[in-house]
């Protein structure tokens, strides 16, 4: 029983340490980039979306307002996204790219590549690695759901 207890043996540990590992290897890119990791997140949704609510950002990227909400203040103080209230609903908020925050993209452009390189994995062994990982937070989620049921 006290087997389970040992830290080499925690799959928690194991992908906290991954995960501080490459959050680390994307330090140095980003910081030519004038951005933190969780504000790089950000910008990739911006990217692939183009504008769209507070509230989208913190579902897709399962952030709450506290969170966020200094985040991209830091963000539109860089000058690279703008946040406006609907005119439809003044409880929502729009944030969108400036000219600034667009043209970051094509500087940010390498950066999954040499990330990629930096694990020392094959496409596919990423791509298998991320299906994984995606599926491994599904499940977690969903257990998760079923035990704040009872």
Known sequence: M?????????????????????????????????LTYPQYLV?????????????????TLDLDSGTLSPLLKRLAAAGLVVR??????????????????????????TVPRRIAGATGLRAVELAALRRDLVALAEMVGAHQLSLDER
Request: proline content about 3%; overall charge negative.
């Open 84 to 109: 406006e209230r609907s005119v439809d609903d003044e409880r929502s908020v729009h944030v969108r790219l400036t000219d600034a925050g667009a043209e970051l993209r094509q500087r940010a452009a």
């Open 2 to 34: 006290a087997d389970e207890l040992k830290l080499d043996k925690q799959v928690c540990f194991a992908l906290y340490a991954a995960s501080r590992a490459v959050t680390q290897a994307y330090r140095p890119l980003l910081d030519a980039l004038g």
């Open 43 to 59: 910008m990739l949704v911006l990217w692939e979306r183009g504008p769209v609510t507070v509230k989208e950002l913190g579902t």
